[in-house]
């Protein structure tokens, strides 16, 4: 008995007992669309043609006409149309003979993923009126010429972003005629901060023009005491970026019925943003060796690491803070939600979320690394995306925070956001999303704490003061910084300060009292630390002062470590160990200086040449301790970036590098990035080796596309220095 094959029937989706439809969260699957849909048995008679028919469809989708312009989409690099929704655009249609009102019926549908359903808005069907309701879908014809009737068409400012298919159907006795599936008819919908009826609306224009349309940004770094800034390209209108920014929600699984809201967009793309559980778009590596990858230092920008993703959908190695704030402010941008990059300064990762970071000492002063699990980051990125948040009270809109960058579980993922930037200033951290754990970043007290011989626990100190000291991002429309500490919390030590923690203690943040340790510090001996700026590779000192403000005589043992550490505030390895006794006059100021040699700290040096020095000093008189602590960044050299001949839009312009080595040893295996959105393509260039302060020249021919004031990123990197850095502002002319 042969067995009967299924090949000729159509394949069907697998049965699921729970949904009569699989899940459509794929924007790039389709169905099959009949071109003719017969309303029963169709009489011998009929021939389609002597019905109205589609000839053409004019999408107006060059940069240069109405549409593009209109919606401000004419930078993205693609030949489709694309629109921002609960705004008009034009299409035309030309038909086989003139359209007449009273006898020919037609519509639009646009249809996006596999299974369509109205219900979803998936599948919209638009008829033809006399007038367009603002923010709702609906087409009205502006203008008839011969055969051709142009339509202004009004999408709904809250329906799904992504890439949508057009078909135009036509009403006959018989059945529906539809015109046969066009790609180059597709419409991609983003959001529309120009809108009023937009979530993401914006009221202000420069802030649109910076946080929607710069396709270039700053990202600040270094620590709170040098503070370093560097250029990042976004590129979020360069070539399939927008595409991948669409796969990004495929790879997440985001439901397409939910893709019109930018909550669930932010709070599952802070997840695939990073590939800790989903595989998504950045491994990241914070231990300084990264091999089969990129080291994080030598990104210049978003585009390559998203194309790459794109094409391979492996995760791409490697990132740290600033890569996955930077691809996912392209990923925002890219898709209309406004979105800026932003550095916290000494930034607590509070492994109990307890409010506190607990420093444990020994006997002898010293931290113990072996208790102490808690980490202060000298800087930590994250994101900012503005949208109303109809979920919370009335107030909430605004900036949420929103973190790619792998810290912590939020409901079983890797993600954090979005977290209203209000709430968290005022301590209301009962709403979602990850607030408290973004409160904690922003408002740890840091504990030093030491136990006795007994086992009582003695706290030594306690500072309320480093952490989130400085909170900022780049300034609209210019690349100085903007400090927006106070977007986040309340002065320092004044009443509404107090208020917002008690506030956010009693919505369950946890704070430890210090009731059942004993804690009175020693206040009538003051000890500051100050560490001259240095240049990579040459010696500094450091400069230990005590204050006795009393009228006695003390002496203190005094006790310095320098730590090489990771920009996370994890240690290396300790490369200094160095103790003196001190002695201290009544009311007076005494001096000590350290030398730190070059040789002491080149050989372990890791990625962002990052220090982090403990000083404790015990009164022996009193035996109580001073401790204090302070991160230090070396002075890296830059890239230096030149141009020569005329920059015109379309003609040959060439750009030049130059970098000198500045270390006493022989850098190898050096390589070297150049792009520039509008520009050029990045760039890459191998150097075997670099002897010390000999100079490297590259030289790079380009064709410039983009006319405008547009900005060259170059990086060096190899394993003896990292983050090395240039950029070039250029003003491209028009042709």
């Not at 503070?227 to 990004?248: K, P, T, V």
């Not at 994080?296 to 094409?311: F, H, K, N, Q």
């Amino acid at each position: 008995m042969s067995e009967t094959t299924n090949t000729d029937k159509e394949k069907k989706p697998p049965l699921n007992g729970r949904r009569a439809l699989p899940p459509n969260n794929s924007n790039d699957e389709e169905n099959e669309v009949p071109e003719m849909e017969a309303f029963g048995l169709i009489p011998r008679g009929f021939n389609p043609k002597d019905y109205l028919r589609v000839v053409d469809i004019n999408m107006f989708k060059e940069p240069h006409e109405i549409n593009k312009q209109q919606h401000h989409t004419d930078k993205y690099y693609s030949p489709k149309l694309i629109v921002r929704r609960g705004q008009p655009f034009q299409i035309q249609i030309d038909f086989n003979r003139p359209y007449r009102p009273e006898t020919d019926q037609f519509w639009l549908e646009y249809l996006i993923g596999r299974y369509p359903q109205q219900n979803k808005g998936t599948y919209i069907p638009i008829f033809v009126g006399d007038v367009l309701k603002p923010g709702e879908w609906g087409a009205k014809i502006t203008h008839k010429e011969n055969n051709s009737i142009r339509l202004s068409i009004m999408s709904s400012a809250t329906c799904i972003v992504g890439k949508f298919r057009l078909y135009v159907a036509v009403w006959t006795p018989f059945g529906i005629l539809r015109t046969h599936r066009n790609s180059a008819t597709d419409t991609y919908i983003l959001f529309n901060p120009w809108c009023q009826q937009d979530a993401v609306y914006l009221d202000d224009e420069k802030e649109r023009e910076e946080y929607v349309l710069n396709d270039v940004g700053i990202v600040f770094h270094g620590n709170i005491n040098d503070i370093r800034l560097r250029s990042w390209s976004y590129g979020q209108f360069e070539e399939n970026i927008l595409d991948a920014c669409l796969f990004l929600m495929d790879k997440a699984e985001l439901e397409l019925s939910g893709r019109g809201n930018p909550i669930k967009i932010c709070r599952v793309a802070s997840a695939v943003i990073n590939s800790r559980d989903d595989n998504g778009v950045i491994a990241g590596s914070w231990d300084n060796t990264y091999t089969y990858g990129v080291a994080p230092s030598a990104w210049t920008g978003s585009v390559d690491i998203l194309l790459e993703y794109y094409s391979s959908k492996q995760p791409v190695r490697y990132g740290q803070c600033w890569v996955f704030a930077g691809v996912f402010n392209t990923f925002l941008r890219c898709l209309g939600i406004p979105a800026r990059l932003v550095t916290n300064y000494s930034s607590a990762h509070d492994n109990n979320a307890n409010l506190q970071l607990d420093f444990f000492l020994d006997d002898e002063g010293k931290v113990d690394t072996k208790l102490t699990k808690d980490s202060v980051w000298n800087y930590h990125c994250w994101n900012e995306a503005w949208m109303t948040r109809p979920d919370l009270p009335v107030g909430f809109g605004g900036w949420q925070v929103v973190d790619g960058t792998p810290q912590e579980t939020s409901d079983g993922m890797y993600r954090c956001g979005p977290a209203s930037v209000q709430a968290i200033k005022h301590g209301h951290v009962c709403f979602q999303f990850d607030a408290p754990f973004v409160y904690a970043e922003v408002n740890s007290d840091i504990v030093y704490s030491r136990r006795e011989k007994n086992g009582t626990q003695v706290i030594e100190k306690i500072d309320t003061t480093h952490v989130g000291q400085l909170i900022v991002t780049k300034e609209v429309g210019r690349d100085g910084m903007m400090e927006i500490t106070e977007e986040y919390k309340f002065q320092e030590g004044s009443e509404e300060e107090r208020l917002a923690l008690e506030t956010a203690v009693m919505y369950g943040v946890k704070k430890q009292t210090t009731q059942d340790t004993l804690y009175q510090p020693q206040t009538d001996v003051d000890m500051e630390f100050q560490a001259q700026k240095a240049v990579l590779g040459s010696d500094f000192k450091v400069t230990i002062t005590f204050r006795n403000k009393s009228r006695n005589y003390y002496t203190a043992t005094t006790y310095l470590s320098g730590n090489i550490v990771f920009y996370t505030g994890v240690t290396k390895n300790e490369f200094k160990k160095h103790s003196f006794s001190a002695k201290l006059e009544p009311y007076s100021s005494s001096a000590f200086d350290v030398v730190i040699k070059s040789s002491e700290y080149m050989s372990d040096l890791l990625d962002q040449a990052s220090f982090h020095f403990f000083v404790t000093a015990r009164i022996n008189e009193t035996g109580k301790i001073l401790a204090t602590q302070k991160a230090t960044v070396l002075e890296i050299p830059s890239l230096r970036i030149k141009t020569q001949g005329e920059m015109v839009a379309g003609k040959e312009m060439s750009v030049t590098v130059e970098f000198t080595n500045p270390l006493k040893q022989t850098l190898q295996n050096v390589t070297l990035r150049l792009e520039g959105p509008g520009v050029l393509r990045t760039m890459k260039k191998e150097f075997r080796q670099i002897p010390p302060n000999s100079t490297l020249i590259w030289e790079i021919k380009c064709f410039p596309k983009q006319p405008g004031l547009r900005k060259l990123i170059a990086s060096l990197n190899c394993d003896a220095l990292r983050h090395v850095y240039g950029d070039l502002n250029v003003q491209i002319q028009k042709p």
